[in-house]
């Protein structure tokens, strides 16, 4: 006998979505998106007249830079090492916490994230790769035009890359959907929690929107810049010690301020590796915090370097 199955029953069996937007991006999503980019930049730009001016001061640094490195590493211990390429298991409330942590860093949902950047690996500076330099060719006309596609135009892009595709194990997990769902809870936090602290710190107003200004708007301007040169500056120039089968190159001058990531060459030579920056002298903060979380026996099965596995990709 036939089985029918109805529109209602098959929905039914289907991962529920999990992001605010779905496969298609809208004009409304591109106009949250653009304001998202463009308010944190100007406060970079004006970053320096307004430390003339005298308006910074040292709470304000110490909340930014802390605020940076604490979103930095959800998105590179986080959104990068664990959800995307599985470098090491974590407990659950680790897992959620990286999740919202992450989330905090204003990049987009958790699920949008992963998908992007697993399709990246896939097609890495080829045909369908979401955002490589080389997308327009080789001249240096051309490689201008692709380093401003991978560094932002990548990201207004009306297709979107599939979610269901790409990451289908994200998409099974409760947890991980309720915090992709949640998204704009997390920038909301994100953006108040520096302007609390700081007006707290000072018991003023003033403290509370300096805060605001270093905590929040240039730390997320500044941030948002360094994540991207990984998809734009390390796929352009660089060294390539390890052998990969795109452009992926080591950056060292932002491997600070990227918590490693810009070891970029081993990362797509070996991408489920836990640790990118393995030869001697190559600092990855990302790799000591997963280090300190499995000491502490909150995450486990790290993907530590093999030694015979990182020599034999070497280049000659």
Known sequence: METRVTATQHRQTEPARATLGGDTQSRKEQVALAL??????????????????????????????FMYFLTCGGVTVGYHRYFTHKSFKPN??????????????????????VADHRKHHKFSDRDGDPHSPWKYGESIPALWKGMWHAH??????????????????????????????TFWLWVLLSLALPAVIG?????????AATAFFWGSLVRVGL???????????????GERPFLSRD???????????SMGESWHNLH????????HGVLPGQLDASARIIWLLEKA????????????????RLAA
């Open 199 to 207: 007006g707290l710190v000072t018991w003023s107003w003033q403290g």
């Open 223 to 237: 941030l948002h810049h360094v994540t991207w040169s990984i998809n734009s500056i390390c796929h352009t120039i």
């Open 152 to 181: 932002i135009g990548w990201l207004f892009d009306e297709e979107q890359t599939p979610q269901h595709k790409y990451a289908p194990d994200l998409m099974k997990d409760r947890d991980l959907i309720w915090v992709s769902k």
């Open 297 to 312: 026996g909150w995450v486990s099965d790290v993907r530590w370097p093999v030694k015979e596995r990182i020599e034999a």
């Open 36 to 65: 998202f980019i463009l308010v944190p930049f100007a406060a970079v730009l004006a970053a320096v007249p307004v430390a003339w001016g005298g308006w910074l001061g040292w709470t304000d640094v110490a909340i930014a830079v």
């Open 92 to 113: 659950r409330p680790v897992k959620i916490a990286l999740a919202i942590i992450g989330s905090m860093a204003v990049q987009g949902p958790l699920v949008r994230w």
């Open 247 to 257: 452009k992926s190159a080591n950056v060292w001058w932002l491997a600070i301020p």
């Open 268 to 275: 797509h030579a070996d991408p489920t590796c836990a640790r």
